[in-house]
């Protein structure tokens, strides 16, 4: 389920741009990906931005809808900024997209997004996209621990190195000029099932976490240089890098 809010008033633009992981002038050309983070540069929320009739429109699963909007209202001080939930439905897939549909910024191969008066998708197996391009979901992959250039955030569109100043753009900053990443979001090989959140082990030392599985792939987060040869998470054998 995901909600559709409005973010209107003179200071709207400035106001998100002082907060959000990507710039906010990419939504003259159309649908952006971004993020809000702690000051620590960790996770908040992942979010879709669009324009329609004039105002901003933010697009979040309605789980973490609640302290999103608490958390940008907290930021909105003297600000000329309103905040409203709209009646506005989400409707997505991968075939030919229907007229005012947006591109998925992340990937092609994550279709489209249709704002309006129908919710639901045309049967896409999103996991299998996800899995395929290393793609991470809200409250699967992505959670209060992550940091988002493990996430993959920068391959999916979702930050800008350029824009200047955000919440936690100190800490992501240094992450991608000052230091390897050591740890990530990756795809392994697998053969046999395991819950999401299982561990991941290799020669009994913890190697990382299991997370979104589709065929003989999965999704995992994984301390590099542990993840050599094989690795196991509960009864399944994984692998990486994958051959």
Request: charged share 25%; proline share 5%; net charge negative.
């Amino acid at each position: 389920m995901r909600s559709i809010h409005q973010i209107t008033g003179a200071d709207a633009r400035s106001f998100l741009q002082g907060l959000i992981t990507n710039d906010i002038e990419k939504l003259s050309g159309g649908l952006v990906y971004t993020a809000m983070l702690t000051p620590q540069g960790k996770y908040l929320a992942d979010f879709f931005l669009f324009e329609r009739d004039g105002a901003i429109h933010l697009d979040v699963t309605t789980d973490l809808a609640p302290g999103l909007i608490q958390r940008l209202n907290m930021y909105r001080l003297r600000a000329d900024v309103q905040i409203t939930q709209t009646d506005l439905d989400l409707y997505r897939g991968t075939g030919p997209a229907p007229e005012g549909a947006l591109t998925d910024p992340r990937h092609p191969d994550m279709g489209w997004r249709l704002y309006g008066e129908t919710s639901g998708d045309d049967g896409t197996d999103w996991d299998a996209i996800r899995v395929a391009h290393c793609i991470p979901e809200t409250g699967i992959e992505l959670t209060p621990d992550t940091f988002i250039l493990e996430a993959g955030f920068e391959r999916l569109h979702g930050v800008d190195f350029r824009k200047g100043c955000y919440v936690g753009q100190e800490v992501t900053a240094r992450m991608k000029h000052k230091t390897e990443l050591r740890k990530g979001l990756a795809i392994a090989g697998i053969q046999g099932v395991a819950p999401a959140g299982t561990e991941i082990t290799a020669n009994d030392k913890p190697v990382g976490t299991l997370y979104t599985q589709s065929g003989n792939r999965a999704i995992a987060y994984l301390r590099f240089d542990r993840a050599t040869g094989p690795m196991q998470a509960a009864q399944a054998e994984l692998t990486y890098p994958l051959d």
